[in-house]
């Protein structure tokens, strides 16, 4: 493409279909424990 | 829905519902921003009028028909997920995470310090390894089929409760075959009590430790007071100094600070933790009520978004000269984050997680603690309000009203309901200087993910 790049596809919806399985770490147990993230947390089930 | 920001030439086309992240020059993103789903296969007219002094119309052509194969290919102008209330449980969710409060003392008096000054207002107190027992127990018998199980050792200062901390741990281990659970266990402390003993124990034992520090010397004292009101840097930095460097660098640490009103200018402080050789940071607003002379307030956004901005400066330029750090709140995964299910209910608070008080109360989270409306129990007489559990395991950003128009939400998974609840006295009432501030660096994160691919393309030139 000339006008556009993709940085990065669509990959949630499809992450529906795999998740849900709770097993990822809870965001305030890292390194906030007052402003919630959650788009850094790091997915467990890569099946 | 599309969320556009441009930074420094760069022009960013967010579709939050996919996720998808595009890059485009400026006639394609101007073009975005006149259009609005469902997209025609041509161009239409109103929006190559509103464009066509600015482009010729071969160029508006073009870039709408790139546009368009991004929205046909479910990349752009997507509709949000509303598969969610099948996928999830929205009542008995299992508990798997516990905030375990081992210490409501503490040996220092923050000025800002949510937990006033250590205590919560409940009581100056320890956690006796009785009641940390039952505590995991009740995460055992809480967590259904999920194997991995978190422990924070919180406080108060934890440290202060060491030998609860290390009788858990042991504990703990002990049953993870029997039950099939994997603990991971972790300690947020201020570092005051750091000896050769516990720094290896903290070491040895727990995945994360976050180290409590604000930065530059005059700026961590002038809040991070010791109980006889002296500041407490000089005490603690070379203690977390020797920490960090004998630590496994395949496990996690943190070393993470408050920024109040004072120091608007807080890369200062990102920059004397580097000084200090420490590269794992995180940085968050302090949230205090406006009337307290710290707190983040409406009129100070727009400095705090300079400084994000300044951050995200300072990390590609030491980048360049290969002294890469982390910047937990810019940390993002595009491509392998968490599930669309994590993201639609956010942190866990009052379900997956709970937070354990030294007399055994059991509430939704670290800041709920003191609230008493919001006791979920008691390990003691082993109650469990499962309505009430259930009351949060339901709130998600569709039922957080305000969230629904915004495009950040799979990104922060619908905010803080403790702030909520503190600052609106509503759990579902988003806290609009949190957002403010959350969006801010989301798209810093964004930003710095395609100015880095960017870059790539440059050099590969």
Redesign the interface.
């Known amino acids: 493409?000339?006008?556009?790049?993709?940085?990065?596809?669509?990959?949630?919806?499809a992450?529906?279909e795999?998740?849900?399985c709770?097993?990822?770490?809870?965001?305030?147990?890292?390194?906030?424990?007052?402003?919630?993230?959650?788009?850094?947390?790091?997915?467990?089930?890569?099946k | 829905m599309v969320h556009r920001f441009s930074k420094k030439d760069v022009n960013i086309l967010v579709d939050s519902a996919s996720g998808a992240v595009h890059l485009a020059d400026k006639a394609a993103y101007d073009l975005c921003g006149v259009l609005s789903p469902p997209l025609p296969k041509d161009c239409p007219e109103s929006a190559r009028k509103k464009l066509s002094e600015h482009y010729s119309d071969e160029e508006i052509l073009e870039a709408y028909q790139e546009l368009y194969s991004l929205y046909k290919a479910g990349e752009l102008f997507t509709s949000d997920y509303d598969g969610a209330e099948t996928k999830m449980s929205l009542s008995g969710a299992p508990v798997k995470a516990l905030c375990l409060n081992v210490s409501h003392d503490c040996n220092l008096r923050c000025e800002y310090c949510f937990a006033k000054t250590g205590d919560f207002g409940t009581g100056r107190r320890i956690m006796d390894f009785d009641t940390a027992k039952k505590a995991v127990d009740f995460v055992i018998k809480h967590s259904g089929k999920r194997r991995n199980i978190e422990i924070d050792f919180f406080g108060g200062e934890p440290l202060m409760a060491f030998d609860t901390v290390k009788r858990t741990v042991d504990y703990a281990k002990g049953l993870e075959e029997k039950h099939n659970k994997n603990f991971r266990f972790t300690i947020t402390t201020n570092g005051l009590l750091l000896n050769d003993e516990i720094t290896e124990y903290i070491n040895r034992e727990m995945s994360n430790v976050v180290l409590s520090l604000d930065g530059r010397k005059e700026i961590n004292d002038h809040v991070r007071k010791t109980i006889v009101g002296t500041g407490c840097y000089d005490a603690i930095v070379p203690k977390m100094k020797r920490l960090v460097r004998l630590r496994d660098n395949k496990k996690d640490y943190y070393v993470r600070g408050t920024f109040t009103k004072n120091n608007p200018d807080f890369c200062e402080d990102i920059k004397e933790m580097l000084d200090c050789g420490f590269t794992n940071l995180s940085l968050e607003p302090v949230v205090l009520k406006k009337e307290n002379p710290l707190s983040i307030t409406k009129e100070d956004l727009s400095r705090v978004f300079e400084e994000y901005d300044r951050l995200c400066d300072l990390i590609l330029e030491r980048e360049k000269e290969g002294q890469n750090f982390e910047f937990f709140h810019f940390m993002i995964d595009l491509e392998q984050g968490p599930c669309i299910l994590k993201r639609l209910r956010g942190c866990g608070a009052g379900f997956e997680y709970v937070a354990v008080t030294p007399e055994g109360d059991i509430y939704p989270c670290h800041q709920f603690v003191g609230m008493d409306e919001f006791i979920l129990g008691n390990l003691n007489d082993g109650t469990f309000d499962v309505s009430l559990s259930d009351r949060f395991a339901a709130i998600n950003f569709y039922t957080r009203k305000d969230c629904l128009n915004c495009w950040a939400k799979y990104y922060c998974g619908g905010g803080c309901s403790a702030a909520n609840q503190s600052m609106n006295n509503d759990l579902l009432q988003p806290y609009e200087l949190g957002c403010e501030l959350e969006r801010k660096r989301v798209e810093c994160a964004i930003y710095l993910k395609a100015r880095r691919m960017l870059d790539l393309q440059t050099d590969s030139n």
């Open positions: 493409m000339k006008h556009l790049k993709t940085l990065s596809g669509a990959t949630l919806k992450s529906a795999k998740g849900g709770g097993e990822c770490q809870t965001s305030c147990q890292s390194a906030c424990k007052t402003s919630c993230t959650v788009a850094n947390q790091k997915c467990e089930n890569k």
